[in-house]
């Protein structure tokens, strides 16, 4: 859809991802200060703390069991496996620069703001308070509060059916392309994040931002 087609659109929310949008995660923070050899932890993250072992603990899974049946499985590298998320925090980065500015301006413009993100409860208690923006959220829905992540659709059809909103009247920011993919498929105008500016013009483009 091009951005005169998006301006078309009634907007009556912007519905925003969290870790790679608002908030910088990189778990390489951690394990490059124990790895020396960058392929030996690329070799790591892919095989032993996966990407889909730790979606797991998004869905809910209480961390302590999932680092447990980590280090049963890979006894070897039970140290790193346990800094995971003995050193989660490390592996924040901040704010993303910019998101915070543009959410800000949604909200002094009353545009409705909700969140949509996949994250453990766990570690999100660990970074709710540092960050101010998310409390211009109207609703912030965690994956772990609901036992689905993205980019399944039961995670957006549960946020879409208490959001009460048209999904064709929801634009929906996201850094990861499926999740994108997903929530165009239920309707919503999807916009793929690479940085606050291009958001920023994309937003303004579609009449969202004034």
């Not at 869905?59 to 890979?74: D, K």
Request: proline share 5%.
């Amino acid at each position: 859809m091009s951005a005169s087609e998006g301006a078309r659109r009634r907007c009556d929310a912007v519905v925003f991802d969290i870790g790679g949008v608002l908030i910088d995660w990189e778990p390489r923070r951690v394990f490059r200060t124990l790895f020396a050899d960058e392929a030996r932890m690329d070799w790591f993250l892919a095989n032993v703390c996966t990407g889909e072992w730790n979606a797991l603990q998004d869905a809910g899974r209480p961390l302590a069991e999932a680092t447990a049946e980590r280090v049963a499985l890979f006894p070897d590298w039970a140290n790193e496996i346990r800094a995971y998320y003995g050193r989660w925090i490390e592996m924040i980065g901040g704010p993303v620069p910019g998101t915070a500015a543009i959410v800000e301006q949604l909200a002094l413009q009353g545009t409705r703001l909700f969140a949509l993100s996949n994250f453990s409860a766990e570690t999100f208690a660990q970074v709710r308070g540092d960050y101010p923006e998310l409390d211009r959220f109207e609703r912030i829905f965690l994956s772990a509060h609901h036992g689905v992540v993205k980019p399944g659709r039961r995670f957006f059809e549960i946020a879409l059916g208490e959001i009460g909103l048209p999904p064709q009247s929801l634009i929906f920011i996201d850094d990861r392309e499926p999740n994108i993919v997903t929530a165009r498929s239920l309707g919503m105008h999807g916009i793929v994040f690479r940085s606050a500016a291009d958001l920023h013009r994309e937003l303004t483009a579609l009449g969202v931002l004034h």
